[in-house]
């Protein structure tokens, strides 16, 4: 069982992160950062969706395994920036800090004082770290967003419908996190270009574009041409067939992406009549052909147990998966080898699981050193350095 403590060790040492957000996007960018090293300090909102679960899962009310995932490494003050005197605080806290992140939207900022253009000239050195649904330069500017509607913007939804025929949401909040890396990585390079030259600058990440620009990399396809040279929509993922195999106990991912990769599953499947056909041979690929032979796969991979496929797919030196019960995914021999899911006791919810951060630096390792806390714990702890 991990033991929560000591002093930070990672590449951010020493950088003290002012950190104004809620939910996932902000909170889950000042997190990785947190577990470089970096002291983050949590300014505590009025409400925050994310300490709240769905169905009461967690222990504790407000301390939801959705924000015990996203808020280690944190200390949380409470401030109510509707008062003078604690919003004399935040900004006294500024003074002494390299980042401002936060993902509230423009008016509030600006009301408070917090905007950049209002922040710029009293911290020039500041690194300015913002986030929203979409661009404040936009015509969307003021619009509020969750994941599932930068989801739907960004072309997500409709690669589904192509795919599956329906417009599903993926279940998870990929706008959310793929934003919180950017913005993360926004960060670093923004200290990086400070410790040149010693002066701070905005940072703005919209989640609409950054999950664009995710989801563009494959799916751009051939409009990345002018004019077009085929439609947009990466054509080998955009269909029913591009799905893990079952298998007589359970199921397996063996994702092929060449005639000669289908020609191998073919034997697998115990199809050897349909391997045996001279076109999986060829480096011309038909995509109708494609698919029927991964359909052929398909339809008979449960004959195999998951074990007999794994020996099958190792031999022949092919990528595979076993499908993972996301339930199970502690006990699975990977992460428990790599130590990702750690076991601690955090001090109001008991034993918890939390994910191990997957940067490895030989020099200066990442590390856990504080729980998410109550709303507000470390306060007086944070304003007595002020005093």
């Known amino acids: 069982m991990l033991n929560i403590g000591g002093t930070p060790r990672g590449p951010l040492s ?24 970096a002291d983050v300090i949590r300014i505590e909102p009025p409400y925050d969706n994310a300490r709240y679960s769905p169905g009461d899962i967690g222990r504790t009310s407000g301390m939801a395994p959705l924000f015990l995932n996203v808020n280690r490494n944190k200390r949380s003050i409470a401030l109510n920036l509707k008062d003078e005197g604690d919003l004399a605080a935040l900004f006294e806290l500024l003074e002494n800090s390299d980042v401002f992140v936060t993902n509230m939207r423009l008016r509030a900022l600006d009301r408070l004082g917090l905007g950049y253009d209002q922040i710029r ?47 599903q949401f993926l279940p998870t909040f990929v706008g959310d996190k793929v934003a919180s890396l950017y913005l993360a990585i926004g960060v670093v ?7 040149a030259t010693g002066i701070g600058q905005r940072v703005e990440v919209p989640m609409a574009d950054a999950l664009i620009s995710w989801t563009a990399v494959e799916h751009l396809a051939g409009d990345t041409y002018a004019p077009a040279t085929a439609p947009a929509g990466n054509p080998l993922s955009l269909v029913r067939e591009h799905a893990a195999m079952r298998t007589k106990d359970g199921a397996i991912a063996a994702v092929a992406y060449t005639y000669q ?35 052929a796969v398909l339809a008979h991979s449960a004959e195999k147990t998951t074990a007999e496929w794994e020996s099958y797919l190792r031999a022949n ?14 006990d699975d021999p990977y992460v428990q080898e ?12 008991g034993v918890i699981k939390m994910i191990a951060n997957p940067l490895h630096f030989s020099e200066t390792p990442v590390d856990i050193r504080r729980h998410a806390e109550r709303p507000g714990h470390s306060t007086e702890e944070v304003l007595s350095l002020l005093r």
Do not use: C
């Open 338 to 349: 790599m130590g990702l899911v750690i076991e601690t006791e955090h001090p109001t919810e």
């Open 317 to 330: 030196d092919m990528p595979y998966g076993v499908v993972v019960d996301v339930a199970k995914l502690a």
């Open 121 to 167: 000239d009293r911290f020039p050195a500041l690194v300015y770290a913002h986030a929203q649904g979409f661009d404040p330069a936009s015509s969307q500017s003021d619009r509020p967003a969750y994941d599932e509607v930068i989801q739907a913007v960004s072309g997500l939804v409709n690669l589904q419908e192509r795919a599956t025929g329906t417009l």
């Open 14 to 37: 020493g950088v003290r992160i002012v950190d104004l957000s809620t939910v996932v996007m902000g909170p889950f960018a000042t997190q990785i950062l947190g577990d470089l090293g």
């Open 261 to 295: 990769d289908i020609k191998r599953l073919l034997i697998g499947a115990g199809q050897d009549e349909l391997a045996a056909e001279p076109h999986w041979d060829s480096d011309e690929l038909d995509v109708e052909t494609f698919l029927a032979g991964l359909r």
């Open 189 to 195: 390079a923004a200290l990086y270009h400070r410790s």
